[in-house]
C-alpha cells in the first residue's frame, strides 16, 4: 500500500519511522525484495561530497557612514573579485572567482589558488574578511572607498545559492593525448594514465530518485552542514539523457539550483578547493532526503553500485568539442575498485567526491530524521523530467541552428 509524505512525518513525529542510508537499502532491497522493503523504511537518505563549481554566496554587508552605493564600482573580497550590480550594498560572489590581477594564477605547477570557494569557506568559518570598494559617488551614497574587515556576524543576511549542484551522474574523464592535461576533472596524465570520476554512486542524491519522483521544489534537504532547499532546476538540467532499465542516466543529467542560510552551515562542509590548471572551486555537502512512498521508490533506493553505470570521455578530444565519447561505460563498482579496463588496458581510477563524506552525510541526515528535527517536505512543484520537452542545449547546437 502506497504511503503519502505526510504519513511519514506522522511517523517520525512520533519516533517511529523506519529511516536508513541509501547503502543500507540497498543491502535490504536485494534481501527482502522492493515490495517488502517498501512496506518497511519510510525514508531513506543519501549524500555527496565533491566539488561543484556552480555555487555562490550572497550577503547584504550593511551601510556605512556615509554610505556607499557598491552597485555599479569594484570589489574585492580577500583580494577575489565579487559581483556588486544588485544594490546599493548587496554582493555575490562565486565559487570560481579569482583575483582579477591574476586569474590564471592556478596554472602553475605548485601554485594554490585562493578563490571564491575559499571566501565562502572563510566566511563560514567566522573568519575576518577584507572588503575593499572602489565606486562613484551620488548624491544618496557620497562615499567612494571603503576598505574594512567583515565577518559572517556582522551581515545583515547571508545566503548560500548554488545554480548547478548535485548532478545526477556524471562523466569519467580520461586523457588519450600525449600530454598531460589539466582540467575541472583534476590532473589527467597522458595516454590513460588515470581515469578520474565525481559521483558518491549509489549515495548519490538523485541517482536514487532518477525520475525526480519525490525531489521537487521546496524539498527540505542537508547542505553545508545546516538545512536548505531546492530552489529550482539547475542549470544544464538534461533529463532527456539515455537511461538504464533501472530509470538511472548513463550521463550527466539532472542538476539541483540549491539555497539555504549560511548561518546556519559549517566549514567542514563548504571547503574551497584549489585545481591545478584550472582554479578554485567550493567542495560541497548536500544530503537528500528520499521518502518510500511505494515499492517503485524501494527499487530505485536499492539500486547498488554495480547498477550503476557512467559513460567514459576523452577530455583531450571529445569534451572540448562537446562529442558524446566512444570509450565505452563502466559501473561505479568498477570505478570504486580502483581500476577499470579502457581499451584493453587496466586504468587506475580516483575519486572527486569523497565516499566517507558522503556517508557522513547520509548518516546525519538519518539522525536528524530520527530524532524528529527534520521533517520532510511536499515539493510545491515537479522538476523538468524525460518527458517533459525540457532539453539542454550546448552553446554550439543553438548558433548552429541560428
Not at 536485494?30 to 543519501?46: F, I, L, N, Y
Not at 560541497?284 to 557512467?310: Q, R, S
Not at 558522503?358 to 530524532?371: F, P
Request: proline share 5%; net charge negative; aromatic share 8%.
Amino acid at each position: 500500500m502506497a504511503k503519502t509524505i505526510e504519513e511519514i512525518n506522522e511517523r517520525i513525529k512520533k519516533g517511529e519511522a523506519v529511516v536508513v542510508t541509501a547503502e543500507e537499502m540497498t543491502e535490504i532491497v536485494r534481501s527482502d525484495g522492493a515490495g517488502a522493503a517498501a512496506k518497511k523504511v519510510d525514508v531513506v537518505t543519501t549524500g555527496t561530497f565533491g566539488p561543484m563549481c556552480s555555487s555562490a554566496a550572497y550577503f547584504n554587508v550593511g551601510h556605512s557612514k556615509p554610505r556607499i552605493k557598491i552597485g555599479g564600482g569594484t570589489v574585492l573580497l580577500n583580494g577575489v573579485e565579487a559581483y556588486a550590480g544588485l544594490a546599493a550594498v548587496d554582493v555575490f560572489i562565486g565559487a570560481t572567482a579569482l583575483p582579477p590581477s591574476d586569474p590564471r594564477n592556478a596554472v602553475h605547477p605548485g601554485e594554490f589558488a585562493y578563490g571564491g570557494g575559499h571566501v565562502i569557506e572563510d566566511l563560514v568559518a567566522g573568519k575576518d574578511l577584507r572588503l575593499s570598494v572602489r565606486t562613484y559617488g551620488t548624491d544618496c551614497y557620497p562615499r567612494k572607498e571603503l576598505d574594512t574587515y567583515i565577518s559572517l556576524a556582522d551581515l545583515n543576511e547571508a545566503v548560500l545559492f548554488n545554480p548547478r549542484n548535485a548532478y545526477q551522474n556524471y562523466n569519467c574523464a580520461v586523457n588519450l593525448s600525449d600530454e598531460t592535461i589539466y582540467t575541472y576533472m583534476g590532473v589527467l596524465k597522458a595516454g590513460l594514465g588515470n581515469a578520474n570520476y565525481c559521483s558518491a554512486g549509489a549515495l548519490s542524491p538523485l541517482l536514487n530518485d532518477p525520475l525526480y519522483r519525490t525531489t521537487g521544489i521546496g524539498t527540505r534537504i542537508f547542505l553545508g552542514g545546516g538545512v536548505g532547499y531546492v530552489a529550482w532546476h539547475g542549470t544544464q538540467h538534461a533529463p532527456g539523457v539515455k537511461r538504464g532499465e533501472n530509470g538511472t542516466p548513463l550521463a550527466p543529467s539532472g542538476t539541483l539550483a540549491l539555497i539555504g542560510d549560511l548561518k546556519g552551515m559549517k566549514p567542514g562542509w563548504l571547503v574551497g578547493s584549489s585545481f591545478l590548471g584550472y582554479g578554485s572551486t567550493l567542495t560541497v555537502g548536500v544530503g537528500i532526503p528520499i521518502p518510500v512512498l511505494d515499492e517503485e521508490v524501494a527499487a530505485w533506493t536499492g539500486v547498488g553500485e554495480d547498477e550503476l553505470f557512467t559513460q567514459v570521455v576523452d577530455y583531450s578530444d571529445s569534451y572540448p568539442n562537446l562529442v558524446p565519447g566512444s570509450l565505452g561505460q563502466v559501473s561505479y563498482a568498477e570505478l570504486r575498485s580502483g581500476t577499470v579496463e579502457i581499451r584493453g588496458r587496466k586504468v587506475p581510477t580516483g575519486s572527486l567526491s569523497s565516499i566517507p563524506k558522503a556517508r557522513e552525510i547520509a548518516s546525519t541526515l538519518k539522525s536528524w530524521i530520527e530524532s524528529g528535527d527534520f521533517l520532510l517536505t511536499e515539493p510545491v512543484a515537479g522538476l523538468p523530467c524525460a518527458d517533459s520537452g525540457h532539453e539542454f542545449r550546448m552553446l554550439n547546437e543553438r548558433v548552429a541552428s541560428v
